[in-house]
């Protein structure tokens, strides 16, 4: 497929990725564009903004989450050659595992994927330096997938000075520049990114970069390499044949509090004949009626505890639900919904639902981070010793993390315990990726439909 494409990418964190990506993202589309955007990595937030704000499609690609086919399938899933592709970077464009593997890197994702990389190089405080920096970038980019660069916070003066200098030494092609614009920034806190629906007036800022980048960078030059990129052979995705043809209902939790869901994840449980219905534990009084399991993502619970403590209906409605034998899937932010309380920063203990008889506390840093390979030992809702891809990133630690399945960090190979699990359930701090293992999600719609014919035989 002749697939139009590139990547943005940076040599580290903070360039403005994400900033020049969104507003490439929305000139596109102004441009009536078919535009689609694909983050690298397993960060839920980004694709959010992509979606939400800018009202494009967005999935993760991730090199660690699948192998190279897959992660060609998943790139060329449902795409027309019409489309245009966007990725989004992660971290620098050479970090991957444990920031010194090639695996799960920015750069990886172009490789297998053969796609254009546009770098973003925030040259604030940099004259001259910037050169050598972007040589470094050139020299150990083997593949020669730089194809432009981007000067970020530059103003147009010195831009039209340095630009000529760059391309006469180097040989890369400078797209433009972006101003340094302090009333452009898109906030960040202690999980990443904020969510799209608390920065006010987002979308009109979105807007204003994009026209600002109109007249900064050379979009038709850009549009030129991305339609430049190499042609890709068709790949065969996960072929998954539905389990069921009951239609099951799986209550996925999706509001301000729980919103980190994987699209590829969603996907799957419908393709193996789940039926998803969301639902608000912030705003609803109970589970949606007839539903046959429960989903609990991650998010931001903690931000919201006092109002979810509050909706003791939907408390109560969970905590029946489990304790009467409904499948449920809990990560992270959900995985805390279910213990006795949530432990804030001034040590007040919130009411949760109470399925778990513990507490989870801030720890004020870090607790675990990074990506995980999850064993399920005991063979209590996989089959014994298969195992699942996971990432985590979170701050709250519980008094009890489970002990059904071992999780062993990639690069270190640094092992603990990890999860709550049964044949029905499934509770612990690690966001998990199915395609990695659809047994897992296979798993879990069997026992749904387990259920639904038992409360339907009632």
Sequence with gaps: MNLPRLMIAAPKSGSGKTMITCALLQALKERDEQVYACKCG??????????????????????FFTDNHMTRALLLKDRKEKD????????????????????????????????????????????????????????????????????????????????????????????????????????SRHLGLRLPHEIEGLKEQVKTVAEKLESTVDME??????KEAKELKMETGLQLV???REKPLIAVARDEAFCFYY????????????ELVFFSPLHDRELPKDCHGILLGGGYPELVTEELSRNQSML????????????????????????????????????????ISKTCTNKGRLVRFGYIEIEDEQGLFMKRGNK???????YYDSADNGEGCMATKPVTGKQYPCIMAGTNFWWGFPH????????????????????????EKR
């Design 84 to 187: 245009i592709v966007v990725m989004e970077g992660v971290m620098g464009l050479f970090d991957g595992l444990g920031g010194i593997r090639e695996e799960g890197s920015a750069y990886h994702l172009a490789t297998v994927t053969e796609t254009p990389i546009i770098l973003v190089v925030d040259v604030k405080g940099m004259g001259r330096s910037v050169i050598p920096l972007i040589s470094g970038f050139l020299q150990y980019d083997t593949l020669h997938l730089i194809k432009g660069v981007i000067l970020n916070r530059m103003s147009k003066p010195y831009y039209e000075i340095l630009k000529p200098v760059i391309e006469e030494e180097l040989g890369i092609t400078v797209l433009g520049y972006f101003p340094e614009e302090k009333g452009l920034h898109i906030e």
């Design 263 to 274: 699209a590829e994840n969603l996907s799957m449980l419908e393709q193996l004949g789940a």
């Design 221 to 226: 030059l850009l549009l030129t390499i991305a």
């Design 242 to 244: 539905p389990v069921t």
């Design 388 to 394: 699942i891809r996971a990432h985590e990133f979170h």
């Design 432 to 455: 998990l990726y199915y395609p990695s293992n659809p047994a897992f999600a296979i798993q879990f719609v069997e026992q749904v439909v387990k259920y639904k014919k038992k409360v």
């Design 316 to 355: 109560a409605s969970i905590r029946h639900a489990i304790e009467n034998g409904m499948p449920s899937v809990a990560e992270c932010g959900g995985f805390m919904y279910l213990h006795e309380s949530i432990t804030n920063k001034v040590g007040t203990q919130i009411p949760m639902t109470g399925v």
């Design 42 to 63: 397993p960060d839920y937030i980004d694709p959010m903004f992509h979606q939400k704000v800018i009202g494009v499609p967005s999935r993760n690609l991730d090199t």
